[in-house]
């Protein structure tokens, strides 16, 4: 079982920069992928990043976020956070930590989820 707390979701103007985290327990963290997800009003859950288990550091973006989102993984205090600059309105949504066996957008093939933070991004 695998238990995961997100933190950092906050209003934040457009163009700025936020920072969220996700703090992971459990057995085997180390053996999982970590990733976040977003969900928007009235949309389906999207992926947004990933990061590989403990070791390799490989990390996958979707096209939306790529070059402006940064995801890290802290191996040592088992965490995974997710830079975020020049964020858009559409960026506006509630934030998930996942864990997972491997990293890919579909969302039901991750295996344990947080609760989510909103994240709001006003003009």
């Known amino acids: 079982q695998v238990h995961l707390v997100e933190s950092g979701g906050a209003l934040v103007q457009a163009g700025g920069s936020l920072r969220l985290s996700c703090a992971a327990s459990?057995?085997?963290?180390?053996?999982?992928?970590l990733g976040w997800f977003r969900q928007g009003p009235g949309k389906e859950r999207d992926f947004v990043a990933a990061?590989?288990?403990?070791?390799?550091?490989?990390?996958y973006y979707s096209d939306s976020v790529k070059g402006r989102f940064t995801i890290s993984r802290d191996n040592a205090e088992n965490t995974v956070s997710l830079q975020m600059n020049s964020l858009q309105l559409e960026d506006t949504a509630v934030y998930y930590c996942?864990?997972?066996?491997?990293?890919?957008?579909?969302?039901?093939?991750?295996?344990?989820w947080g609760q989510g933070t909103q994240v709001t991004v006003s003009s």
């Open positions: 996942a864990a997972g066996p491997t990293a890919t957008s579909n969302a039901r093939v991750w295996t344990y």
């Open positions: 459990g057995r085997h963290i180390g053996s999982y992928f």
């Open positions: 990061v590989s288990r403990r070791g390799t550091g490989a990390t």
